[in-house]
């Protein structure tokens, strides 16, 4: 499943939100070490990993999307809960054991379900994806809402750009010509 940015934004920019990267750990006799490089998914396997996971996760009204091979987002009112979820970015947790890196905040919930979905991609014949790693929750509802005006216009000639206007509900205006800087 792949969309774009902006569709991103304006299908699922309501929900809170966690990145959950699919992350390979191995196992030692008294650690758990993430692997230092990401797995590679083809296409076919990463709709089969996310439907697989989809099925299981709706129960906890929880759903996960791929924004790109290597980068997936676990969405549902349950990832802001009552106490503030503090978890470790990916960067800092690639080669590194992840038991103290783990997701602190209502963590007795957030363990079952990670040990849970291990399980799951556990049953899957060799996998590449034995795990995902969350961090960095957001609630992009909670960002406050620009009144759009003459005054809040993105000029540009990006995505970027484009996504920013669309994100705080300002207008766009594509940049044929910009003016270079010394």
Known sequence: MRITVIGWIL???????????????KSGLDSVVM????????ADELATLLA?????????????VAQQPQ????MGECVQGDVLLQTVPLSQALGQSI????????????????????MLLHTRENPAVN??????????????????????TFVGASVTAQVMALATAARYQVATHLPIFH
């Not at 038991?99 to 291990?118: M, S």
């Open 71 to 74: 980068r997936w987002y676990l």
């Open 99 to 118: 038991f103290p890196l783990l997701p602190q905040g209502e963590k007795r919930y957030w363990h079952r379900l990670l040990n849970e979905i291990q």
């Open 35 to 42: 692997q230092p490089v990401l797995p590679s998914l083809p």
């Open 131 to 152: 795990a995902l790693w969350l961090w960095g929750a957001a609630n992009p509802a909670s960002l406050p809402v620009l009144q759009t005006g003459e005054q809040q």
């Open 11 to 25: 299908v699922y920019r309501p929900q809170p939100l966690l990145c959950a990267d699919p992350v390979f750990l």
């Open 52 to 64: 697989l996971l989809n099925q299981h996760l709706v129960e906890d009204g929880l759903q996960l």
